[in-house]
């Protein structure tokens, strides 16, 4: 019988010969050929603009430069990925684009969808478009990679032997927290771009909040909706694991608030911090000392481990097996060496 990842390999052959075929010509716009597929200028400036409002601050010339060409990169390995999964049949439906995309929205009203779409320089079928090309992508590597991983007892076993001080754990305590900021200039990262402006509606909204919360709301719902910490927001106010050293750096009264509370329980009241005012709730607490192979959260996390590092480096080695058999033109590199060479700069 053949390796699965054998047959995967072999799966590329067809993609090979596809690619045969006369290339299309190259126009003023175009940044890059992809066996049949073109993939133009604007398609890089679009995200390159996109990035730029992130950034904050004017990249040089040669910093704008490469970040052009690590956008191509992106764009390019995307394309060959699509028609890796065209040729298996694997491209999103329809009905699963729909399905995505009314996920992506439910946190916007209308109206602030379409400002979200006016801020981003998009259209609602841009936002379609990629979700459709992830959900393809995703559907190629489950077929050809993730669905072919396994994890033995005795990887888990090797592993632990290997690695057994690194489960000897401090006591610590898993956190979920909603934090409300004061500050008029802190920037929007809830999913329902509500932002306190000053401390007096900072108080409001974190005393409403906990009220709801306390009524039986989901914290973690409110937590996404209208937490402003943008590290934790869209993860539902998961801080995961804290030691009792990291709970004192957030602030002594966040420590306190954390240790008073039964499992399962949100403390009764704001707890104020230099970052702002915080609800908290415990979501389970860890006793420290070394944790054995018994453990199945320990199982769980080695297996987890593993299969993380093998999912990387399969996709790394598909991915530079599909480029292996694929026909790419990048015109963009080609300007800019054309470019420096005329302006003396590699000279």
Not at 313 to 323: D, I, W
């Amino acid at each position: 019988m053949r390796n699965p990842f054998q047959l995967a390999l072999a799966g590329l052959v067809f993609l090979f010969f596809s690619s045969c075929q006369a290339a299309p010509k190259a126009g003023p716009d175009t940044a890059a050929i992809v066996n049949q597929a073109e993939i133009k200028s604007a398609d890089v400036e679009k995200v390159y603009q996109n990035r730029l409002k992130q950034a904050g601050q004017a990249p040089s010339p040669e910093e704008a430069a490469t970040l052009r060409l690590n956008i191509l990169s992106q764009l390019v390995n995307d394309e060959m990925l699509m028609q890796r999964a065209a040729s298996d049949k694997l491209i999103a439906s329809d009905d699963e684009v729909n399905v995505k995309f009314t996920e992506f929205k439910k946190d916007y009203t209308e109206e602030k969808f379409q400002q979200f779409l006016k801020d981003q320089g998009v259209t609602a079928e841009d936002i379609k478009k990629e979700l459709r090309k992830s959900a393809t992508i995703e559907k190629l590597y489950n077929k050809e990679i993730t669905s072919k991983i396994s994890v033995s007892e005795g990887e888990i076993k090797d592993h632990f032997a290997k690695n057994k001080a690194n489960y000897n754990l401090p006591e610590s305590w898993h956190v979920l927290h909603l934090l409300v900021t004061p500050f008029a200039d802190s920037q929007i990262t809830n999913a329902r771009n509500d932002d306190a402006k000053t401390d007096e509606a900072a108080r409001q909204k974190v005393m409403g909040l906990l009220k709801r919360i306390l009524s039986g709301e989901d914290f973690a719902i409110a937590a996404r909706d209208y937490s402003e910490d943008s590290s934790s927001a869209q993860a539902g106010g998961d801080l995961r694991l804290l030691t009792l050293q990291q709970l004192e750096a957030i602030d002594p009264r966040f420590r306190q608030a954390v240790q008073s509370l039964k499992v399962g329980a949100t403390f009764s009241s704001p707890v104020p911090t230099k970052y702002g005012y915080h609800l908290v709730k415990l979501i389970e607490k860890e006793a420290g000392g070394q944790h054995e192979l018994t453990d199945p959260k320990v199982q769980a996390d080695i297996r987890q481990a593993i299969f993380n590092r093998k999912e990387t480096l399969l996709k790394t080695a598909y991915l530079e097996a599909v480029r292996s058999q694929a026909i790419v033109r990048n015109l963009l590199a080609q300007k800019i060496l054309s470019d420096a060479a005329g302006s003396g700069v590699s000279k």
